[in-house]
């Protein structure tokens, strides 16, 4: 249930709307975009705007230029991809907000058409949530609507200060986005399993901890996977971990409590039993790949992907489910060689009977290499914020929002 009013909560005929979209998109070497699956998430939004004939005035970021004007972090090919979508002229300004482009916005610009101003993060206040920023972009308009998911943890001048200033109601995106994840806090089909990988345990503690005590299984695999093992007291040769020693210990002892936490609450807790693990030469190649038992990774050796062993482990549990949750590639897809871990998990995800919900980053760029991404019941468009939402962290872009 989603608790913050949406677009069709509120009167937006013929008013002012600024919204926050998420337009941060990989672009090629000639600055086109080269993915528009975020662009195109926005779209329900902007018809229904368009519908209510509203001016919509769109504010975005791209990148991390620090605050400065870098020109290949301009929002313009965003700006040329969204008119070929809309099939509607998008008038793109090279300044955030100034006077020029307030007369436009209010002298010149009709209804039912739609400007873009430059990236925030071009202004040093934005990531701050500097409210005398927050309050120039809330002069442009009568009301602000957030259908940015991906930024809405993050509490930046265009996310969460604006709403100070404006009623602030949320897309269609924001809405769909927070209804799916929390659908599977809150009531989960059971067996409810979470697949977690990725190369950083710090970027999971949290959502391990709060699923600990929501799940019925989980699988860790990928980089991560291997601070669970040396928990264990395994050798995991050379294979990735925290650098920082301190931090690496933390994660250690983490790692062991989380699995005998998942002991006492009667949850399958499956690590790797065989791993796939190559060296690597001064010219960055691999040699010597090989398939090896989980407790015994040579020392000079580095894990890359999951066994046939794990993978058989992994895709059993996989279509017992009625609920799954997938964060994190299980091995070095990237590579055509560590690929297959990554993609058996993905193509058992796809096929199974659950209902399955799946985290964005390198997850989504796996399930797009593999041509899985259709046959997954709800794909994220926002990494970090879908694993803080899951975290039960209140999202300040959320917050932000009028209550029902």
Not at 100 to 119: A, C, P, Q, S
Request: include cysteine.
């Amino acid at each position: 249930m989603f608790s913050k009013k949406t677009i069709e909560d509120i009167d937006l005929k013929n008013k002012k709307v600024i919204v926050r979209v998420d337009y941060n998109v990989p672009l090629d070497s000639d600055l086109n975009v080269k993915d528009n699956i975020r662009i195109k998430l926005s779209l329900p939004t902007l018809n229904y705007l368009i519908s209510q004939n509203c001016k919509i005035i769109l504010m975005a970021h791209l990148g991390r230029p620090k605050g400065e004007v870098v020109d290949k972090y301009r929002l313009t090919p965003a700006a040329k991809e969204l008119e070929k979508l809309i099939e509607k002229p998008v008038k793109k300004f090279d300044e955030i907000v100034n006077s020029e482009i307030r007369d436009y916005i209010d002298k010149t610009m009709k209804n039912g058409e739609i400007v873009m101003l430059e990236n925030v993060r071009f202004n040093m206040g934005e990531t701050k949530n500097n409210l005398d920023f927050a309050k120039e972009l809330a002069g442009l308009a009568d009301i602000y609507v957030n259908d940015a998911f991906g930024a809405a943890h993050r509490a930046h001048s265009s996310t969460a200060g604006i709403a100070q200033y404006l009623p602030a109601v949320a897309g269609y995106l924001l809405k769909t986005e927070v209804e799916e994840l929390t659908s599977i806090i809150d009531n989960p089909q059971k067996p409810f399993l979470a697949v977690l990988g990725g190369a950083k345990v710090a970027d999971k503690i949290m959502v391990i901890k709060n699923f600990l005590n929501i799940v019925d299984s989980i699988i860790v695999g990928g980089g991560m996977s291997y601070t669970f093992l040396k928990s264990k007291g395994y050798e995991i040769g050379k294979s990735i971990h925290a650098e920082d020693p301190a931090e690496y210990e933390d994660q250690i002892k983490f790692a062991g409590e989380a699995i005998q936490e998942a002991q006492k609450n009667n949850i399958s807790f499956i690590t790797p039993v065989d791993v796939v693990v190559a060296r690597m030469d001064s010219e960055g190649s691999f040699t010597d790949k090989k398939t090896v038992k989980a407790d015994s990774i040579p020392s000079d050796y580095e894990g890359f992907d999951m066994g046939e062993e794990t993978l058989k482990l992994y895709e059993k549990e996989i279509a017992s489910a009625k609920t799954i949750f997938w964060n994190g590639p299980v091995g070095f897809f990237e590579n055509a060689e560590f690929e297959n871990g990554t993609k058996r998990v993905a193509n058992a995800i796809a096929n199974s009977n659950a209902k399955t919900i799946v985290g964005g980053g390198d997850t989504l760029s796996a399930l797009k290499k593999f041509g899985l991404t259709d046959k997954i019941s709800h794909v994220s468009s926002g990494g970090g914020a879908s694993m803080e939402l899951l975290e039960g962290k209140l999202l300040p872009g959320v917050a932000a929002l009028l209550d029902k």
